[in-house]
T-cell receptor, first 118, second 111 residues
Framework: GAVVSQHPSRVICKSGTSVKIECRSL??????MFWYRQFPKKSLMLMAT?????????EQGVEKDKFLINHASLTLSTLTVTSAHPEDSSFYIC??????????????FGDGTRLSIL | QKEVEQNSGPLSVPEGAIASLNCTYS??????FFWYRQYSGKSPELIMS????GDKEDGRFTAQLNKASQYVSLLIRDSQPSDSATYLC???????????FGTGTQLKVEL
């Protein structure tokens, strides 16, 4: 069964809306989670590393004020796309290493959130 | 030079054949290697992980790692139409859990 739960699975909203996406680790604690974005027929692009109890680490070129990440508990990370515009339309996927943050732990992905901004 | 390279495909194989997917990586410090399967419109699903040189078998899947050649592969025996998907190779370097993904190889298993 799923080990990482992501919600919602699909969002369609108007330009200028802020959208929050939740990522939960099921039955395990994740001090680190990862947020990816994937455009059609492209590979996964890491956006940021979410760290429990501290600031997220953003990849180069990703606007931290645009994509707000909060990792308030050991099982929940949220990504908020603020004032979303059509170019933010994409497939957003979170992942967490099973077993916490230990090395060599494979990452498991949530089901993804398809965001469409009109 | 891309850190993790894969042939984008599509790789077409007949049903029942062996599909061979290849991946090369540039960072010699890479320690962990993963294969993910991604169906169209879905998120990636972990297929195999491999950490040491040699072969690792799990059902119809075999991962092969050669650190000297910086090469990792995935063999799928008795390929089924349901295996048709994009296969992503990923590596992890050093400490932490950050993964670097290849662009994926599209596999098509034909009846």
């Amino acid at each position: 069964g799923a080990v990482v739960s992501q919600h919602p699975s699909r969002v369609i909203c108007k330009s200028g809306t802020s959208v929050k996406i939740e990522c939960r680790s099921l039955d395990f604690q994740a001090t680190t989670m990862f947020w990816y974005r994937q455009f059609p027929k492209k590979s996964l692009m890491l956006m940021a590393t979410s760290n429990e109890g501290s600031k997220a680490t953003y990849e180069q070129g990703v606007e931290k004020d645009k994509f707000l990440i909060n990792h308030a508990s050991l099982t929940l990370s949220t990504l908020t796309v603020t004032s979303a515009h059509p170019e933010d339309s994409s497939f957003y996927i979170c992942s967490a290493p099973l077993g916490g943050s230990g090395e060599n732990q494979p990452q498991h992905f949530g089901d993804g959130t398809r965001l469409s901004i009109l | 030079q891309k850190e993790v390279e894969q042939n984008s495909g599509p790789l077409s194989v007949p049903e029942g054949a062996i599909a061979s997917l290849n991946c090369t990586y540039s960072d010699r410090g890479s320690q962990s290697f993963f294969w993910y399967r991604q169906y169209s419109g879905k998120s990636p699903e972990l297929i195999m992980s491999i950490y040491s040189n040699g072969d690792k078998e799990d059902g119809r899947f075999t991962a092969q790692l050669n650190k000297a050649s910086q090469y990792v592969s995935l063999l799928i025996r008795d390929s089924q139409p349901s295996d048709s998907a994009t296969y992503l190779c990923a590596t992890r370097t050093g400490g932490g859990n950050k993964l670097t993904f290849g662009t994926g190889t599209q596999l098509k298993v034909e009846l």
